[in-house]
């Protein structure tokens, strides 16, 4: 057995040693480990006894892993742990190029597709991962289906061909074929599992359990989306069975719901969360789990964002108080965009209010098993084809918002997360009624950026003011600084001091040019 040289090419043996005997949480999704006296590879926590450096090799992803060889130990589930924080800091071709794979893109449109929607030939994307992640466009892409034949086999009673063409498989043979080289087990073995591994969803309902790095503060997560609801497309109930954030799901294949049980998890390590997807079409299962991951920033490193923050004179106390506070993020880029336009200069509850009647209107009436949910979000051609001095907004926002989905709708604005951030945030600017603070707060949301700050934000500069440290926007700026590559992060724990635990409406004689607290 051999392992490609690409697949270690940036990882210290000595280092990654180290946190594996250690079984230290905090790497798993960072790199895999390969044992080859057992032909096996594991996260880096994996309780398993730990082998001798010797016979270890390390891995960028689960699918250089399997590239080289290597099955999927049935003791960890090493295919089953947080991303790699790394994607969202370095913003880089490889994790725009993840982020596209696991909502599906290479399934649907073929590894042209994917390296069309980056900006590069199939042959040159595929050097470009294969040196950063050890595995080309294909495999990685075989590594998500396998991932999510095994959530399917564990989780539903799909027959067995239908799992393997959900899953995104050309073939029941090649699904078997795939399931036994990456899991030693066949799909009958797998399902059998299924009792101990995940427990039963209801009929139709497919259950989640989503790995996220802990500390995890998810009820903070859940005060902010419900801080935000939009009646029809979202809703949020804090009763008996937890606080349970639902919304309804606009994917590839047809509409579908999304429902998350979200709690507090202590840390550090690697905990879970509760979500059920319900879906029209089974092939879209890849695409709601991704896009389930990014709105609750799963895939986010607490420990170093606190690090940095916590020893930090301003904000050290924030973080004490609430260790493992998520940037929430998003199900639709698009929609994310629509919404904060609609919220410019306007308080919370005029916006939700704003928003719920242009869903009425404009939105698509779905069928749905859950209480409340009615509407998908309108579509940014639908929001195109209207007339906005018809909307119940100011004419210059209207206009803005037509604008905005125009560009959405003709391709000429990307936020599927496969541009670069600078060039979506200069295309964002360029647009009339777009300014920086809108442009930036869609970075963070949609975009998934750690290291965004808004100096100019009302809001911030009281939460600032109250900490002892009045200031203006530039020297709020200044401040920031200290918080790279946080700073999105640091953001949120400035506003959840000025009200909490919702964030802040800003009074008419106070609001900025962009209101803090748009959707």
Known sequence: MSTAPAATRDLDPEACYRAAASRDRRFDGVFWVGVTTTGIYCRPSCPARTPAPANMTFHRSAAAAQTAGFRACKRCLPDAVPGDPEWDLAGDVAGRAMRLIADGVVDREGVEGLADRLGFTPRHLGRLLGDRLGAGPLALARARRAQTARTLLETTDLAL????????????????????????ATPGELRRRRASATGAASPGEVRLRVPVRTPYAGLAVWRFLAAHVVAGVETATDGPGGAVYARTLRLPHGPGTLRVRLADLPGPGVGHLEAWVRLSDVRDLPAATARTRRLL??????????????????????????????????????????????????SLAGARTVLGRLVAEHGEEVPTDEPGLTHLFPTPAALAAVDPETLPMPRARGRALVGLATALADGSLDLDGGTARGEVRAALVALPGIGPWTADYVAIRALGDPDVFLPGDLAVRNALRDLGHPCDAKQAAAIAEAWSPWRSVALLHLWHTVVDPLFPPVSTSERPEEDPCGP
């Not at 073939?171 to 795939?178: A, E, I, L």
């Not at 986010?300 to 493992?324: I, K």
Request: aromatic share 6%; net charge negative.
């Open 161 to 184: 061909a239908d799992v393997a063409f959900a899953a995104g498989f050309a073939s029941v043979r090649q699904f078997n074929d795939t399931v036994r080289a990456v899991y030693d």
């Open 297 to 346: 920033d799963a895939d986010a490193d607490p420990l170093a964002a606190d690090a940095t923050l916590g020893a930090d004179p301003v904000l050290g106390p924030l973080v004490a108080r609430q260790p493992g506070l998520r940037v929430p993020g998003q199900v639709d880029g698009a929609e994310t965009a629509l919404r904060t336009v609609v919220g410019q200069q306007v």
